[in-house]
């Protein structure tokens, strides 16, 4: 990706990331806890939604596929039920 594209429309992105994106935000704490690495977090942004594993609002369509990306780490969520 060159810069150009890399930065356009990110103001954007970052706006709605602040106001929805908390587990986004927490999902990338946590890869960067086991990896002890930062995330590229417009990187991670724009690969989530390419993958359409988040919406432009930050609604999380498949944590563990981001998990697995940030990581090299297979997941599994178990839920309650």
């Not at 986004?24 to 359409?52: R, Y």
Request: charged share 15%.
């Amino acid at each position: 990706m060159v810069a150009k594209d890399r930065y356009t429309g990110i103001q954007t992105l970052l706006g709605n990331c602040a106001n929805g994106g908390c587990l986004f935000l927490c999902l990338c704490s946590i890869a960067e806890e086991l990896t002890g690495h930062p995330v590229d977090l417009i990187d991670i942004i724009h690969k989530s939604l390419a993958n359409k594993w988040v919406t432009e609002q930050f609604y999380i369509n498949d944590s563990l596929a981001i998990l697995n990306y940030l990581t090299g780490k297979q997941w599994t969520r178990y839920t309650a039920g």
